[in-house]
T-cell receptor, first 114, second 114 residues
Framework: AQSVTQLDSQVPVFEEAPVELRCNYS??????LFWYVQYPNQGLQLLLK??????LVKGINGFEAEFNKSQTSFHLRKPSVHISDTAEYFC????????????FGKGTKLTVNP | DAEITQSPRHKITETGRQVTLACHQT?????MFWYRQDLGHGLRLIHY???????NKGEVSDGYSVSRSNTEDLPLTLESAASSQTSVYFC?????????????FGQGTRLTVV
């Protein structure tokens, strides 16, 4: 079975500051890793994903994440945030081998203040 | 454009009533999923389907059922609604295969059981 821990439930930052949202996972098998974003009153949208290859993954809206297998982490970063990045962010894993079910963390609410 | 739609967007029902939430996708995806989102829990998997006539239980399936009679639809039924089932429900779909590991989400249905 897989589990995902998002270490911060809320992260407040000022506009143009850098941000890191932390995600650790546990799994007995190899996994694919994802970050999804949820804007208020909307569904989830894929930000980026790691399937294989380079451990640094770039996504939409200037976000990137780095897969660290030894630390079982997949932290999300952005060098300079905007007010419009205010949203909830979810880290998720899916076991390799095709079950394609996503296991989500509890989410991190990012609030960008002017 | 292909899309995934949920209806209704909002529903209030009474304890003990049967309720069905609709999910329709035009992506022609084989995989469909139902999640519920609750504060402090993130998204938890209720039921999922890998194709027509296939249904499987997820992490929190008690009190819910699904059926898959065609590729496009996966309705979620609450057999006898309980207050504990007050939540926001999300439907998602994805294609089969390693390179198609992205789930597309509907806008959600907010269900209140009174």
């Amino acid at each position: 079975a897989q589990s995902v821990t998002q270490l911060d439930s809320q992260v407040p930052v000022f506009e143009e500051a850098p941000v890191e949202l932390r995600c650790n996972y546990s799994s007995s098998v190899s996994v694919y890793l994802f970050w999804y974003v949820q804007y208020p009153n909307q569904g989830l949208q894929l930000l980026l994903k790691y399937l294989s290859g380079s451990t640094l993954v770039k996504g939409i809206n200037g976000f990137e994440a780095e897969f660290n297998k030894s630390q079982t982490s997949f932290h999300l970063r952005k060098p300079s945030v905007h007010i419009s990045d205010t949203a909830e962010y979810f880290c998720a894993v899916s076991p390799q081998g095709g079950s394609e079910k996503l296991v989500f963390g509890k989410g991190t609410k990012l609030t960008v203040n002017p | 454009d292909a899309e995934i739609t949920q209806s209704p967007r909002h529903k209030i029902t009474e304890t003990g009533r049967q309720v069905t939430l609709a999910c329709h996708q035009t992506w022609n995806h084989n995989n469909m999923f139902w999640y519920r989102q609750d504060l402090g829990h993130g998204l938890r998997l209720i039921h999922y389907s890998y194709g027509v006539q296939d249904t499987n239980k997820g992490e929190v399936s008690d009190g819910y059922s699904v059926s898959r009679s065609n590729t496009e639809d996966l309705p979620l039924t609450l057999e006898s609604a309980a207050s504990s089932q007050t939540s926001v429900y999300f439907c998602a779909s994805s294609a089969t295969g390693i390179m198609n590991t992205e789930a597309f989400f509907g806008q959600g249905t907010r269900l209140t059981v009174v």
